[in-house]
């Protein structure tokens, strides 16, 4: 029981999420589909908050002495980003390019990262709910493919 809370809350953090804990989750032993579920759930539970909050924050450090830089280059770089990618892709172009980027395991991707895009493109919660979702389940299924062939040859 304590090892699956271990994966839930690994799941949970930036960088690390869904990616790292189902990899753990081999190397403890963990019956992978439960570990998967596990993940998943663990992956997505922050997701509302960031969504909710993250676009907050940066448009409230703005004007911060300290903070204010990074907070405006992160908020504006986030809009024109985000601004090129919708009008090139189009509404239902975004939502896949969000799946794409939350779902395929790279550094500097995941849900954290996909729902704070879809939050400064002020994307809508169904759609970014559903594109991250999507994404973490695709990004779980590479993720239990590997572990599992990585510690079965082990």
Same mark, same amino acid.
């Given at each position: *029981?304590?090892?699956?809370?271990?994966?839930?809350? *690994?799941?949970?953090?930036?960088?690390?999420?869904?990616?790292?804990?189902?990899?753990?989750?081999?190397? =403890?032993?963990?019956? /992978?589909?439960? #570990?998967?579920?596990?993940?998943?759930?663990?992956?997505?539970?922050? *997701?509302?908050?960031?969504?909710?909050?993250? &676009? %907050? /924050?940066?448009?409230?450090?703005?004007?911060?002495?300290?903070?204010?830089?990074?907070?405006?280059?992160?908020?504006? %770089?986030?809009?024109?980003?985000?601004? %090129?990618?919708?009008?090139? $892709?189009? &509404?239902?172009?975004?939502?896949? $390019?969000?799946?794409?980027?939350?779902? /395929?395991? =790279?550094?500097?991707?995941?849900?954290?990262?996909?729902? =704070?895009?879809?939050?400064?493109?002020? *994307?809508? /919660? %169904?759609?970014? $709910?559903?594109?991250?979702?999507?994404?973490?389940?695709?990004?779980?299924?590479?993720?239990?493919?590997?572990?599992? $062939?990585?510690? #079965?040859?082990?």
């Amino acid at each position: *029981m304590l090892n699956y809370l271990k994966i839930f809350l *690994m799941s949970m953090i930036p960088i690390v999420e869904l990616r790292g804990a189902v990899i753990y989750s081999q190397y =403890l032993e963990l019956p /992978i589909l439960t #570990s998967y579920v596990i993940c998943i759930i663990g992956n997505l539970l922050p *997701m509302p908050f960031v969504y909710l909050f993250a &676009r %907050k /924050i940066l448009v409230w450090g703005q004007d911060k002495n300290i903070i204010g830089p990074a907070f405006r280059f992160l908020y504006n %770089k986030g809009e024109s980003a985000g601004a %090129k990618l919708t009008a090139k $892709a189009g &509404r239902w172009g975004t939502f896949l $390019a969000l799946v794409l980027f939350v779902g /395929i395991p =790279l550094p500097g991707t995941g849900a954290w990262t996909g729902t =704070l895009a879809a939050s400064i493109l002020d *994307m809508g /919660i %169904k759609h970014t $709910a559903g594109a991250v979702t999507l994404g973490v389940i695709i990004a779980g299924v590479i993720m239990m493919t590997a572990g599992v $062939a990585g510690f #079965s040859l082990l």
